[in-house]
């Protein structure tokens, strides 16, 4: 907040959480200037039964949220809805976490997965910090001007689902907006198809930044043999060349809008046939038309100087 000597505020019992009901502790802080206060909205045992942020319910390896998750991993939500058997069953598992890391109890969460790499955010998302629309403006009554710690901003259509969002349904990973979204635009993404020219086996990497030539050879060398790896620094590209074609496929397969090095996602295209050049090209000679007003082309020269018949 405003003041520089307190960063964050801690309350012992503070709130309940909003998925167990259960007292837990509440840390409360704020992003950064002029952004909105944050406080954790669930228990640790349930952000870590999901493995989850405990203010934003978003998944803590990939950024999204739990729905998209649970459907890419095929994920089966056996968590009970009602008070009694939820609070047996949180009983039980805050007695297995303390026994085992959250992680281990769920092998799924460790697997890779295409989609959501493909899904997920590499930067920060700092639109969420920002404070919620000020509703005395909207109606034309807010006094404070400049010191109003709420947006002057006209609010969204209130039709729009991304308006209504319910954290119990975020955390249980049914109906919620953003997700359907995100599952959206993942069936929507454009795929990188070969080209038709079997000759071309190399692919173009772009976004590089400082990456060398040997940070590119050791995460392609696993799709097949590289015959030359050619880095452009000033455009911070790269072509890589495999020696064969199945390999060059793989590779654009299982890289494209996939690869992360660096903290960059590269951006991975086909590379071009070079056409051919040298003797194939024929110079074809213009012929212009003739100037009016210019004396004719001079007889050609022979070696009959006295005009007898042969």
Same mark, same amino acid.
């Given at each position: 907040?405003?003041?520089?000597?307190?960063?964050?505020?801690?309350?012992?019992? &503070?709130?309940?959480?909003?998925?167990?009901?259960?007292?837990?502790? !509440?840390?409360?802080?704020?992003? &950064?200037?002029?952004?909105?206060?944050?406080?954790?909205?669930?228990?640790?045992?349930?952000?870590?039964?999901?493995?989850? %942020?405990? /203010?934003?319910?978003?998944?803590?390896?990939?950024?999204?949220?739990?729905?998209?998750?649970?459907?890419? @991993?095929?994920?089966?939500?056996?968590?009970?809805?009602?008070? !009694?058997?939820?609070?047996?069953?949180?009983?039980?598992?805050?007695?297995?976490?303390?026994?085992?890391? $959250?992680?281990?109890?769920?092998?799924?969460?460790?697997?890779?997965?295409?989609?959501?790499?493909?899904?997920?955010? /590499? $930067?920060?998302?700092?639109?969420?910090?920002?404070?919620?629309?000020?509703?005395?403006?909207?109606? &034309?009554? %807010?006094?404070?001007?400049?010191?109003?710690?709420?947006?002057?901003?006209?609010?969204?259509?209130?039709?729009?689902?991304?308006?209504?969002?319910?954290?119990?349904?975020?955390?249980?990973? !049914?109906?919620?907006?953003? $997700?359907?979204?995100?599952?959206?635009?993942?069936?929507?993404?454009?795929?990188?198809?070969?080209?038709?020219?079997?000759?071309?086996?190399?692919?173009?990497?772009?976004?590089?930044?400082?990456?060398?030539?040997?940070?590119?050879?050791?995460?392609?060398?696993?799709?097949?043999?590289?015959?030359?790896?050619?880095?452009?620094?000033?455009?911070? %590209?790269?072509? !890589?060349?495999? /020696?064969?074609?199945?390999?060059?496929?793989? $590779?654009?397969?299982? /890289?494209?809008?996939?690869?992360?090095?660096?903290?960059?996602?590269?951006?991975?295209?086909?590379?071009?046939?070079?056409?051919?050049?040298?003797?194939?090209?024929?110079?074809?000679?213009?012929?212009?038309?003739?100037?009016?007003?210019?004396?004719?082309?001079?007889?050609? @020269?022979?070696?009959?100087?006295?005009? @007898?018949?042969?």
């Amino acid at each position: 907040g405003d003041n520089p000597y307190i960063r964050m505020t801690k309350e012992k019992y &503070g709130k309940e959480c909003k998925i167990c009901s259960r007292p837990f502790t !509440v840390f409360r802080w704020c992003p &950064g200037a002029r952004m909105r206060f944050k406080k954790t909205e669930v228990c640790q045992t349930c952000s870590k039964l999901k493995n989850v %942020c405990q /203010t934003c319910l978003l998944d803590l390896e990939y950024g999204l949220p739990i729905q998209v998750r649970d459907a890419a @991993l095929k994920l089966k939500d056996d968590l009970p809805k009602s008070d !009694v058997n939820k609070e047996f069953y949180i009983q039980n598992m805050e007695r297995d976490l303390a026994r085992s890391d $959250a992680r281990s109890m769920n092998a799924k969460l460790n697997e890779p997965n295409d989609l959501l790499i493909r899904l997920a955010r /590499t $930067a920060p998302y700092y639109k969420r910090n920002r404070p919620h629309v000020c509703s005395f403006w909207v109606k &034309g009554e %807010c006094r404070r001007g400049e010191e109003c710690p709420y947006r002057h901003e006209k609010p969204t259509d209130p039709d729009d689902p991304l308006a209504d969002q319910n954290i119990k349904d975020r955390y249980y990973g !049914v109906n919620d907006p953003v $997700a359907d979204k995100l599952l959206k635009r993942a069936a929507a993404m454009p795929t990188l198809e070969p080209p038709d020219d079997k000759t071309i086996t190399t692919l173009y990497l772009g976004n590089l930044g400082v990456l060398t030539e040997g940070d590119i050879r050791d995460h392609f060398y696993q799709y097949g043999e590289i015959r030359s790896v050619s880095l452009v620094p000033k455009q911070q %590209c790269a072509f !890589v060349q495999f /020696t064969t074609r199945s390999a060059a496929e793989t $590779a654009a397969e299982k /890289t494209f809008n996939k690869l992360i090095l660096g903290g960059r996602r590269l951006t991975i295209k086909w590379g071009r046939s070079q056409g051919r050049t040298g003797s194939s090209q024929q110079h074809v000679e213009e012929i212009y038309p003739a100037v009016p007003g210019l004396p004719g082309a001079l007889p050609e @020269l022979s070696n009959n100087f006295f005009n @007898l018949e042969p």
